[in-house]
């Protein structure tokens, strides 16, 4: 059921510009993905009108507007916060000639009439306008197609892709963010002219990708653009891992075994970075694959893998922080320590290794890992017990070093050089324990001449009394950890 559009509940950032439009005598509408989503009962991402008014013209009604571009499209500066509404395009209806360059149009033709400005849009869904009256004007059936959660292209397919091959990833990308499925002739004519996408600005690839794998149904996007043949255009390192047999420790093949974890990734909503890391983690095992059946192996899949994601993110012009983060969680995700005979010193050389602020991303990272072999348990006795270690490495020992004095000031009191020094400062430790306000110096260091008049005897009696408090508190800490990681 779709949703009835009531104009006066629209932004009125929106209904002003619109309503000056008509009431300077020029048709206006709004059209578009915006008119789509407000049937669909979602938030618009941004906000188009439509108008027989030249651009020049729009200008002229609008002092805050800004013309850029040669394609007729306007953009009007609000003040609103909302950052979906601080820009509103207004473009007029329009004719397009030839594409050459399979994105733009050579030349565009200004028009009177909104049915052809309307036939020149990709989808049927999102070639709907909407009246200022609230009439919905859909001449291509896109009213049906959303009722039946249908993607289609205006007129013929194989056109529509010929004029914008971007369209190839957009149509995969609509189906995954609306969970529509695509029509049989629309599929296709993306399967045919897949090979088109080389043609398209990288950073557009990634910009549709990114929206694919943002998506609740990344998993099934991930799938459209293997089956359409889009996958091994904008990503044929992911799509020869198709088919790959794997170990005794895999359920699935590598191909499976990456959906199977950026399917859990999804569902953890893992931010763009990790749910990157996640699908190329074994992006090298085909490479690095040795042997076939239960027992065979792919040693240092993680390093060459490290390189060839990195290639990837490059090559689809990813920011060098997400580069670098992704790459690097990618070369480290088969991090392994024997829980029954680690030391100390290699927990700390882990942690320095990966990185104190990727140990979560990482634990995450192999959770995805897991669930996508097909085992039940994300984090099993052996990764909490190993997340018990890396904490209890880094409590802070309670030490005399955290007083606010030391062996130096006593020797100035006329303490003498010997045990006798840590005897009072294990003493005033066990005070300061007590009572955090008492680590102040000069209650210390007033503290410390009555101390070092006392007998040894009773001196070594205090010291104790500190050494089995400090012992209690850290076995207390301890136990917290283990109760926090159930080890």
């Not at 003040?79 to 000639?97: C, G, M, P």
């Not at 030349?107 to 009439?135: H, P, W, Y």
């Not at 993607?151 to 990308?173: N, Q, S, Y």
């Not at 093949?253 to 970075?273: F, G, M, Q, T």
Request: aromatic share 8%; glycine share 4%; net charge positive.
């Amino acid at each position: 059921m779709l949703k009835k559009i009531q104009i006066s509940s629209l932004p009125s950032e929106v209904l002003q510009i619109w309503q000056k439009l008509i009431d300077h005598n020029y048709q206006a509408f709004l059209v578009g993905g915006c008119v789509r989503d407000l049937l669909l009962d979602r938030k618009p991402k941004d906000w188009d009108i439509t108008t027989d008014a030249l651009p020049e013209e729009i200008l002229k009604i609008f002092p805050n507007a800004f013309y850029e571009n040669r394609f007729g499209t306007v953009g009007i500066k609000t003040n609103s916060e909302d950052e979906t509404l601080r820009v509103i395009e207004v473009t007029t209806f329009r004719q397009e000639k030839e594409y050459r360059d399979l994105r733009r149009p050579e030349e565009v033709i200004f028009i009177k009439d909104l049915e052809t400005d309307l036939q020149r849009r990709d989808f049927t869904i999102n070639a709907l306008a909407l009246s200022i009256d609230g009439d919905i004007i859909d001449l291509f059936d896109g009213i049906k197609d959303l009722k039946n959660k249908i993607i289609r292209t205006v007129g013929d397919p194989e056109k529509r892709f010929r004029e914008d091959a971007l369209r190839l990833m957009r149509a995969i990308r609509l189906a995954c963010e609306l969970n529509f499925t695509i029509e049989t002739k629309t599929f296709k004519a993306i399967q045919k002219f897949a090979y088109l996408i080389q043609y398209i600005a990288h950073e557009r690839i990634r910009d549709e990708f990114n929206r694919i794998i943002m998506s609740r149904n990344a998993v099934i996007g991930i799938e459209l653009l293997r089956q359409t043949n889009l996958l091994k255009e904008i990503l044929p390192e992911l799509d020869r891992c198709y088919g790959v047999g794997q170990n005794k420790h895999h359920k699935y093949d590598v191909y499976l075994h990456s959906l199977k974890s950026l399917d859990y990734a999804v569902k953890k909503n893992y931010p763009l970075y990790l749910r990157l890391a996640v699908l190329f983690h074994d992006i090298a095992k085909p490479l690095t694959k040795q042997g076939e059946g239960p027992n065979c192996t792919f040693y240092g899949h993680e390093i060459l893998g490290a390189k060839i994601t990195k290639r990837i993110l490059e090559r689809l012009r990813y920011s060098n922080e997400i580069i670098k983060k992704v790459t690097h969680l990618v070369s480290q995700h088969m991090f392994y320590l024997e829980i029954d005979k680690v030391t100390p010193a290699a927990v700390r050389r882990l942690v320095r290794r990966v990185g104190q602020e990727n140990l979560e991303d990482l634990f995450k990272l192999r959770h995805a890992d897991r669930i996508g072999s097909g085992v039940p348990k994300a984090e099993p006795y052996r990764l909490r017990y190993l997340r018990y270690l890396i904490e209890k490495v880094h409590l802070e020992p309670i030490t005399p070093k955290m007083l606010n004095i030391n062996g130096y000031d006593l020797l100035n009191l006329g303490v003498p050089h010997g045990p006798k020094i840590g005897w009072i400062l294990k003493a005033l430790l066990e005070e300061v324990i007590d009572d955090p306000t008492k680590n102040n110096k000069e209650y210390l260091i007033e503290r410390a001449k009555e101390l070092k008049d006392l007998p040894d005897e009773k001196l070594k009696e205090l010291a104790l009394i500190g050494e089995e408090k400090i012992e209690s508190i850290e076995r207390q800490k301890e136990e917290e950890i283990k109760k926090k990681y159930k080890v």
